[in-house]
């Protein structure tokens, strides 16, 4: 695939089973803003691990569900642009969930799958999807969303894909798409922001005096039954670690009934690969590691992953997986903590309802009009509930005084 943007120089858009076919350098050097999820590191260590698969790999062998196809954009030899693109038969793992659309195409006897995803696998966080090399002049970068666009779709005709969903994409990205055909949908997660404090007592400080006073115990029961809760980061962790982290993931997925989507080996290449970003929140008891809580860190935001004990913990999980987050947001001057999916439990811990994004195209024009009205009904439904929720945040008003001041 290839489109020319000016003379001599030609826009070319390859194809890619692998990351492992781009070198690390030339896409991490792509402006990939603050999430790490999309990094090179990150896609090698599903990949590596079994919890991707390269769309060569034949399909028996395929147990993912993610099936890769990397696009690459390059100007005289230079990477430009790219996006990563997932062939799914399935729709587990994807957090904007579209199980509804997957039935009402049944019923009308429609073939939903295969289907092609834009997003960070089995990742619910926001991030860029059109990855564009820094300071492109407008012209340029504009003519290379197009080409990257135009490759998506080439990808799905020639795999016979039933839609394009991008997913957990920006807001600008959503709106760029809708001017190239894809309709928006409007989801919220429980997002932390950053409002300056400078310690963990001032974001106390600016809570109403109950919610600050059932923070305080959730703190000091869970801190009170262990030794230790230490940060550590990835190049820190040694084999025994990992495995106890890989033990904990299994543990949460087992007990709540969910899908371990990363398989095993992950959490190791995952140190080995990102070793600065991935950060473990470790917790000790009687000189052994019962609990911990994974990070990823970048120089503009924090993510909370994956959580899990071997022993149950009264309030742990809020300290480990939130508080402890979000002291180190404000310790690292970091904007945005964002938690994962799910959680109204998070409203009283100082996160508030934040709008998520995504873009889709339905190849078939009845099911595609269907869909398109029901999001568009959908988007005003989710309004109202983040405007609802936001009343019933735990944060002092302006306009209404505090219940007894702040603790000591």
């Given at each position: 695939?290839?489109?020319?943007?000016?003379?001599p120089?030609?826009?070319?858009?390859?194809?890619?089973?692998?990351?492992t076919?781009v070198?690390?350098?030339?896409w991490?050097?792509?402006?990939?803003?603050?999430s790490p999820f999309?990094r090179?590191?990150?896609?090698?260590?599903?990949e590596e691990?079994?919890?991707t698969?390269?769309?060569?790999?034949?399909p028996k062998a395929?147990r993912?569900?993610w099936?890769?196809?990397?696009?690459?954009?390059?100007?005289?030899g230079r990477v430009?642009g790219?996006?990563?693109?997932?062939l799914?038969?399935?729709?587990?793992?994807?957090y904007?969930?579209?199980?509804?659309w997957?039935?009402a195409a049944g019923?009308?006897?429609?073939?939903y799958y295969p289907?092609l995803v834009i997003?960070?696998?089995?990742?619910?966080a926001?991030?860029?999807?059109?990855l564009?090399?820094?300071?492109?002049d407008?012209?340029?970068?504009?003519a290379?969303?197009?080409?990257?666009?135009g490759?998506?779709?080439?990808?799905?005709?020639?795999t016979q894909?039933?839609?394009i969903h991008?997913l957990?994409c920006?807001?600008?990205?959503q709106?760029?798409?809708g001017?190239l055909g894809?309709f928006?949908?409007?989801?919220?997660q429980?997002?932390?922001h950053?409002?300056g404090?400078?310690?963990f007592?001032d974001?106390?400080?600016?809570?109403?005096?109950?919610?600050?006073k059932?923070?305080?115990?959730?703190?000091a029961?869970?801190r009170?039954?262990v030794?230790a809760?230490?940060?550590?980061?990835?190049?820190?962790?040694?084999s025994g670690?990992?495995?106890?982290l890989d033990?904990f993931?299994r543990n949460t997925?087992?007990?709540?009934?969910?899908?371990?989507?990363?398989r095993?080996?992950?959490?190791?290449?995952?140190?080995?690969?990102?070793?600065d970003?991935?950060?473990?929140v470790e917790?000790?008891?009687?000189?052994q590691r019962i609990?911990?809580a994974l990070f990823?860190?970048?120089?503009?935001?924090?993510?909370?992953?994956y959580?899990g004990s071997d022993?149950h913990?009264d309030?742990?999980?809020?300290?480990?997986?939130?508080?402890?987050?979000?002291?180190?947001?404000?310790?690292?001057?970091l904007?945005?903590?964002?938690?994962?999916?799910?959680?109204?439990?998070?409203?009283?811990?100082g996160?508030?309802?934040?709008?998520?994004?995504s873009a889709?195209w339905?190849r078939?024009?009845?099911?595609a009009a269907a869909?398109?009205d029901h999001?568009?009904?959908?988007?005003a439904d989710?309004?109202?509930v983040?405007a609802?929720?936001?009343?019933h945040?735990p944060?002092?008003r302006?306009d209404?005084?505090?219940?007894?001041?702040?603790?000591?």
């Open positions: 695939m290839s489109s020319t943007i000016g003379q120089q030609t826009l070319v858009v390859r194809a890619v089973p692998s990351i076919e070198p690390a350098a030339a991490d050097a792509l402006d990939h803003g603050p999309l090179h590191g990150f896609l090698r260590a599903l691990s079994g919890s698969d390269p769309i060569s790999v034949k395929r993912s569900g099936n890769s196809l990397y696009l690459v954009a390059e100007l005289g430009v790219a996006v990563p693109a997932f799914k038969v399935h729709s587990y793992g994807e904007i969930f579209d199980w509804g997957a039935n019923r009308a006897g429609i073939d289907k997003a960070a696998p089995a990742t619910p926001t991030g860029t999807r059109m564009l090399a820094p300071g492109l407008p012209a340029l970068a504009g290379v969303r197009e080409a990257l666009v490759a998506v779709r080439s990808i799905a005709d020639d894909c039933s839609s991008w957990f920006t807001r600008e990205e709106q760029a798409l001017a894809f928006p949908r409007l989801t919220y429980f997002h932390w950053n409002h404090y400078a310690t007592d974001f106390l400080a600016a809570l109403m005096s109950r919610k600050r059932q923070l305080k115990k959730e703190r029961k869970a009170g039954a030794d809760i230490t940060w550590r980061a990835g190049a820190e962790l040694d670690a990992l495995d106890d033990r993931y997925t087992d007990n709540h009934g969910g899908r371990d989507y990363l095993p080996r992950f959490f190791h290449l995952l140190a080995q690969y990102l070793p970003t991935m950060q473990l917790v000790t008891r009687g000189g609990a911990g990823l860190e970048t120089d503009r935001a924090l993510y909370g992953r959580w022993v913990v309030m742990l999980h809020f300290e480990t997986a939130y508080y402890a987050g979000i002291e180190r947001a404000i310790e690292r001057k904007p945005l903590f964002e938690a994962g999916a799910q959680g109204e439990h998070k409203l009283v811990r996160f508030a309802p934040s709008p998520t994004y889709h339905i078939h024009p009845g099911l869909i398109e999001c568009r009904r959908e988007a989710v309004e109202r983040i609802e929720l936001a009343k945040g944060y002092r302006d209404a005084p505090d219940e007894g001041g702040r603790e000591t």
